[in-house]
């Protein structure tokens, strides 16, 4: 069973695994791109991913990233897609003074609480717990702390963690304090390491156990989609195709389709391609875009 916004499902279908459709990052990023509030344009940017198969949506917006959990049943409603929301606090930055002064056992009450009962009075409940993480040159004490109050609550719950590897760095680090809790490593999903371009780097977190994330397909402009392919290939080659997962990690206005961006349609319209081109199969697409988070997300 899958906790959605719009209640239990028991099959999603094709999968982003990490995207953001209602964000407000400003308080921290002083710039309006940041921010994506309307649920009208989100309706109609998902509808163009839906018209190309994907029928899921992991959607990774926190506690501290303007999470709203009922735009997102709204939106989940109206297109008929299958929203997972989230609990977490992310980075260092974006703490508010609730995160900085709480006991870890606070924090894993709270997510317990959020993927239990719901979100504050909403009956609403979240199906994952991330983004969470840290940034590239060190752990903070309190991203130390959401880590390990994350690792517990998915222990004693079944729901996966899903992180922010900045620029997909420090994997191994977040997911040695993941595992001192004693979860599994097979309900660990370490974002953005396609962003290393380091194939080696990759195959080192899949030999740790953790699950890993092709999350930031089509930003172009931090690597090539052809590095990224480059890699996985190099990875299911390598028999790693049940523990790789893919999405675009859309967080700003000017990536939606309607600003001019490739919005939550890359995956679908230019990386498969790609990958088919280089001969990934059938049946290593479907693992990756349907198993694998299927897997994943289904709790206990
Ligand atoms: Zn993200």
Redo the contacts with the bound molecule.
């Keep these: 069973m899958i906790e959605t916004v719009n209640g239990n499902v028991t099959e999603l279908g094709i999968t982003m695994c990490?995207?953001?459709l209602i964000i407000d990052l400003r308080r921290v990023r002083q710039d309006e791109d940041s921010y994506i509030a309307d649920t009208d344009l989100a309706v109609r940017e998902l509808f163009k991913a839906k018209e190309l198969g994907v029928e899921t949506i992991l959607e990774?917006?926190c506690n501290d990233?303007g999470r709203d959990v009922k735009k997102l049943q709204d939106i989940g409603a109206r297109t008929g897609m299958n929203i997972i929301c989230s609990t977490g606090f992310y980075l260092k930055e974006y703490h508010t003074d609730f995160v900085i002064n709480a006991k870890t056992e606070e924090l894993e009450e709270l997510f317990i609480r959020e993927l239990s009962d719901g979100i504050d009075s909403t009956g609403i409940k979240a199906g994952i717990i991330g983004?969470i993480g840290c940034s590239k040159k060190e752990i903070d004490k309190n991203e130390e702390k959401v880590l390990t109050a994350s690792g517990r609550a998915s222990r004693r719950t079944g729901a996966a963690v899903t992180t922010?590897c900045d620029m997909g760095l420090l994997g191994k680090e977040q997911l040695d304090i993941l595992l001192k809790t004693g979860m599994d490593s097979n309900n660990i999903i370490l974002?953005?390491t396609d962003l290393t371009g380091s194939a080696s780097y990759q195959l080192s977190l899949l030999k740790a156990g953790a699950n890993i994330a092709f999350?930031t397909i089509g930003k172009q402009a931090y690597l090539s989609d052809e590095k990224r392919a480059e890699c996985i290939c190099d990875l299911l080659d390598k028999g790693y195709e049940d523990k790789i997962l893919l999405s675009q990690?859309v967080?700003r206005k000017s990536y939606l389709k309607e600003n001019g961006g490739s919005g939550y349609c890359m995956v679908m319209e230019s990386f498969l391609p790609l990958l088919l081109k280089k001969g990934v199969s059938d049946s290593e697409i479907k693992k990756m875009l349907i198993d694998n988070p299927k897997r994943i997300l289904e709790m206990g």
């Design positions: 990490h995207e953001h990774v917006t990233m983004e922010h974002g953005h999350d990690d967080s």
